[in-house]
Each structure stands twice: as structure tokens, then as C-alpha cells.
């Protein structure tokens, strides 16, 4: 596969049907924030979505991909901050410590953008000696899951793959780390903020705002 959905169709189709980003969120069991990374370049639906969202739309799958080829566009690399990558299609998953052009499954991947974690997707921390014990009360189906979760901390990070019909916790090494990540295949990445003064990310409570 050398095409993937893109934000432009998604928009194009959904306005020529007349409806809103939450009416066609309504339709597939995602949010309305979700629709608006899709039809903006800063994400993709899953592969799971492609054919639900085709018939949404009122069109084949087939139609549905064959719209204009994602380009890349290279930036320029910031060193300081962990970027995600995630293949739709294969569900592989890309760290790196700055932006970058990315590409797998034959398509080119934007990188995912972290928003606070919210009531849906809540990351809940507990500490048990020089650990993080981190779980998020999510589904975890086969269509529906957490797909991965990270701890970063300033001289690396940590990860932990996730699989359906598990469970969606890890336990993460406290030194150092500055911010904790769980993955939703279906509405994307979220981050909470762990730690406090001293830099020892040892301090609980100690979860903060984005």
C-alpha cells in the first residue's frame, strides 16, 4: 500500500454529505477532537476505522484511499523532546528524540502529538520503592485498546508494547523520568507529568497539568 486516507478527502467527503466533524465522530465511536487530527495532517484513523469511515462517507474503501499521497515535510530536528511515530496499518511504533521523516507500510508518518490525559483516558500512578506502577482503566479489544506506554525521562525513555485482551499497565524505573505516555489506537497519544523538584522524579503526589 502506497496510499493512505487523507485529511483532505475525509473533509471533502464529509462536507459534501453535510455533516459536522462530531456527527461523523458520532458514527464511529470516536471523538470529535479525533476527526479534526485526521482532516488537519496530524493524524490518521486506524486501519481498524478504514471501512466504517468509508461507508460514513458513502464511498468503497478502495475510493476512500485513492485520494493524494502524503508527503512528507521535512523540519528541523529538536534534540530535547521524544517524538512517536505509529503505523496505522501495522501498528509499528517509532521513537525518536526529535521530528524526523518516518515512513512505514509504504506511507509517510506524522508524529504524534500528546494531549493532557483525560477522563477516558486517565493514567493513574502508584509508587512502590524506586518504581512506577502505571495502569490506565481503558478497553482493551481487539478494535479498542491501549496500544503502548513510556516513561521518559531526560537521559531516555522506557517502553512497554501493549497487546488487546491484555492489561493496560506497566512498571517504569522512577530516576529521572519527567512525563509518562499511554497510546490509544483510536484517539492518540496522552501524556501526564510526573516528578517534581530535585529532578529525581521521586516525588508523589506529584502528577501535573500538561
Known sequence: MDRYVTGDVIRRLREGRRMTQEELAEKLFVSGKAVSKWETGRGYPDVSLLEPLAGALGISV???LSGNCIRNRNRSANMTRVRWYVCPVCGNV??????AVISCCGIAL?????EPADGDHEITVEIAEDEYFVSVRHPMTKDHYISFLSAAADQGTQFVKLYPEGNAEAWFKIRRVKALYAFCNRHG????????PGAGGNLYPGLLSR
Open 62 to 64: 478502495i475510493e476512500l
Open 189 to 196: 497519544l496522552f501524556r501526564v507529568k510526573v516528578g517534581g
Open 110 to 114: 506524522p508524529p504524534l502529538e500528546p
Open 94 to 99: 517509532i521513537q525518536t528524540t526529535g521530528e
